[in-house]
């Protein structure tokens, strides 16, 4: 059954504005007498004009709202200046109550701009279906409705001016969680190297597992890519950086290496450059991001290491990218590992245990049980070790000054950090990025 109706009173045409109060009304009493079981929560969307008031929209509804007494705990208007913003604020309630299947009943006029606010502000765990607002007249329209996939209708500069709404609105959100925290290695050299690891804090992600500097977005999550964009050119203002000029690993839990300027593979997890200011970026909810820098050869690379890259040699492939293809001396490039799960959480099943167990023993606790503890630092230093890196030129937890150490346990540290392990599946992510500086 539908969990959500959204009523879409935000720009009638003008020959409808006399009777909003009865669309309303005639909307409501379908809904309410399909839903005597079970009565989903009510969205009504308005305009907010500037310089009025919230209550004084409310009280202009008042008389279509009164007597839907099983629908009155679960009616809401909602008034805001921009749909954007009215749009955002119900998809905030949405979320709160972990609801997914909505019916979106509005004017014929406005159903192509919705769906593209839509597309812009959920992502593919949420279900919709669109109605006319004057068609409401049975049962059967809150039904389990099919998701949309219909292409967009709108002309080009239609869609551009709701995306720069979408984009101020965002832009003006206060952040959450604090102040945007970035964290440096001393290893690399800043005159050199721009360089980084995200925390969780200020961005503007509100989902809890999200809040709030969330770096991902999928379809799996309910952070959708405008949020995400939103929070990376929030990092990409604190820390200096040009967000039109910025590349992530496209993860596939391997060892495929990326050179920018040649052709793109369709996965990799791996990433190397010797261009100026073009910033390269691994993500890490557990996982590890790691970054490279050469000092002589002004190169630098940026990889996620897993378990499965780890054991594939992610970090060396992407080592031995740098040597082939800009010239590298090994013993030059220095190797950061950002902030993962620690052995102190992570934990494998036996059999993959034992390959960790194969590169060195250490890397493994309570070897005999069933699911032994995992160093997944400690096999990439040793792997990188025996490539050729020296172990001077590798920071990872193993530091000695701890005020030094950035390689924390993502799971130890839920104020800190994001994690998949520790968070279940809509989990956020924080990333580590670096660039040659001009």
């Known amino acids: 059954m539908v969990e959500a109706v959204l009523i879409d009173l935000f720009s009638l045409p003008a020959n409808l504005q006399n009777n909003i109060q009865g669309l309303l009304q005639n909307t409501l009493e379908t809904i309410e007498k399909c839903s005597s079981i079970h009565a989903p929560c009510v969205y009504v969307m308005?305009?907010?004009?500037?310089?009025?008031?919230?209550?004084?929209?409310?009280?202009?509804?008042?008389?279509?709202?009164?007597?839907?007494?099983?629908?009155?705990?679960?009616?809401?208007?909602?008034?805001?200046?921009?749909?954007?913003?009215?749009?955002?604020?119900?998809?905030?309630?949405?979320?709160?109550?972990?609801?997914?299947?909505i019916k979106v009943i509005l004017p014929t006029l406005r159903k192509d701009l919705m769906k593209v606010y839509i597309d812009h502000l959920f992502t593919a765990v949420y279900q919709f279906e669109f109605e006319d607002l004057r068609m409401v007249s049975d049962c059967e329209n809150l039904q389990i409705p099919e998701p949309q996939h219909e292409g967009q209708t709108l002309p080009s500069q239609d869609m551009a001016v709701i995306q720069s709404e979408i984009q101020m609105y965002l832009e003006s959100l206060p952040s959450l969680k604090g102040e945007l925290t970035i964290l440096r290695s001393s290893l690399i050299p800043d005159d050199i190297f721009l360089h980084g690891f995200t925390t969780r804090t200020g961005g503007i992600s509100y989902i809890p597992t999200l809040s709030s500097c969330n770096l991902f977005s999928s379809s799996k999550r309910r952070d959708p890519q405008a949020v995400v964009k939103e929070n990376l050119r929030r990092l990409a203002n604190a820390a200096g950086f040009n967000p039109e000029a910025f590349h992530r690993v496209k993860i596939d839990h391997a060892n495929a290496v990326c050179i920018m300027g040649k052709t793109e593979p369709n996965n990799y997890d791996g990433i190397v450059t010797n261009q100026k200011g073009v910033t390269l970026a691994a993500p890490g909810a557990d996982c590890i991001p790691v970054l490279f820098a050469d000092p002589v050869r002004k190169a630098c690379g940026a990889a996620h290491s897993g378990w499965k890259g780890t054991l594939l040699g992610v970090s060396m492939a992407t080592v031995n990218a740098m040597v082939s293809e800009y010239g590298c001396n090994?013993?030059?490039?220095?190797?950061?590992?950002?902030?993962?799960v620690g052995p102190c959480c992570y934990k494998l099943p036996h059999e993959s245990a034992e390959e960790f167990h194969r590169i060195d023993p250490k890397c493994v606790r309570l070897f005999d049980s069933a699911s032994p503890y995992i160093d997944i630092r400690r096999a990439t230093r040793i792997l990188l070790e025996r490539g050729g890196i020296l172990p001077e030129n590798i920071q990872d937890d193993s530091i000695t000054d701890q005020k030094q150490n950035i390689t924390f346990c993502t799971a130890c540290h839920p104020d800190k950090f994001y994690s998949h392990f520790r968070d279940g599946s809509n989990f956020g992510t924080q990333i580590g990025f670096i660039s040659i500086k001009d």
């Open 330 to 340: 090994m013993k030059d490039i220095l190797v950061v590992l950002g902030p993962s």
């Open 46 to 101: 308005c305009c907010q004009r500037q310089g009025s008031e919230r209550k004084g929209e409310q009280e202009f509804l008042l008389p279509a709202l009164r007597g839907f007494q099983s629908l009155k705990r679960r009616l809401e208007v909602v008034c805001a200046q921009t749909t954007a913003a009215a749009l955002y604020a119900i998809k905030q309630r949405l979320d709160e109550k972990d609801l997914s299947i």
